[in-house]
């Protein structure tokens, strides 16, 4: 079956860094558009970045442009999100995610946690 999982979070301080991975399975991962999301506590869950199928195409948020880079392993069948200069506000559940079918295909998040 179609599945996605995280792994990569955990407890940073400000202006560490983080490699966050979500390992693709059970469907076609190279023809497909993937991307990173977030949700922290309280708040909705919020657009982080995107990748082409390729990889040579990406988009990020302007929150985190600049300081994450999204990137992809075809061959892996995995996407990764580089984490750099990490905030207080960078601090959520991380998803990696597609739309398969006109369905919103996600995983169960990995926790990003940042002190100060």
């Known amino acids: 079956q179609v599945q996605l999982v995280e792994s990569g979070g955990g407890l940073v301080q400000v202006g560490a860094s983080l490699r966050l991975s979500c390992a693709a399975s059970?469907?076609?991962?190279?023809?497909?558009?993937m991307a990173w999301f977030r949700q922290a506590p309280g708040q909705e869950r919020e657009y982080v970045a995107a990748i082409t199928v390729g990889g040579a195409g990406t988009h990020y948020a302007d929150s985190v442009k600049g300081r994450f880079t999204i990137s992809r392993n075809n061959a892996k069948n995995t996407l990764y999100l580089q984490m750099n200069s990490l905030k207080i506000e960078d601090a959520a559940v991380y998803y990696c995610?597609?739309?398969?079918?006109?369905?919103?295909?996600r995983g169960q998040g990995t926790q990003v946690s940042v002190s100060s």
């Open positions: 059970g469907f076609s991962f190279s023809t497909y558009v």
């Open positions: 995610g597609t739309k398969i079918g006109g369905a919103t295909i």
